[in-house]
């Protein structure tokens, strides 16, 4: 069992940059791939990034690929996603989840967390 607890979500305007951090909870955090999706009002949840169990292989949608930026730290239990260059559209409530396979689609997930809100205003 994986709880996982985002955080660092907030306001900021156009070109601004936020990280986000996401707390997992147990022992085995380290045999996980870590994603991180987003859900825009009206619209379904899409994939952003993953990160494999070990740090070694990630793998980032078009949309975000160079000015977003994943990582984890598995002493801590925490992953990452560093947002830079941060656009209105990427307005969004985050959300990061664990999963045994490095997938991008929403239900190879296992554990999810419950979200946090990132605004970006023009």
């Known amino acids: 069992q994986v709880q996982l607890v985002e955080s660092g979500g907030g306001l900021v305007q156009a070109g601004g940059s936020l990280r986000l951090s996401c707390a997992a909870s147990g022992r085995t955090f380290s045999r996980y791939h870590m994603g991180w999706f987003r859900q825009a009002p009206g619209k379904e949840r899409e994939f952003v990034a993953v990160?494999?169990?070990?740090?070694?292989?990630?793998y980032y949608a078009d949309s975000v690929k160079g000015r977003f930026t994943i990582s984890r730290d598995n002493a801590k239990n925490t992953v990452f996603l560093q947002m830079n260059s941060l656009k209105p559209e990427d307005t969004a409530i985050y959300y990061c989840?664990?999963?045994?396979?490095?997938?991008?689609?929403?239900?190879?997930?296992?554990?999810w967390g419950q979200g946090t809100q990132v605004t970006v205003s023009s």
């Open positions: 989840a664990a999963a045994l396979v490095f997938g991008m689609r929403g239900n190879e997930y296992d554990y």
């Open positions: 990160i494999n169990w070990s740090g070694g292989s990630t």
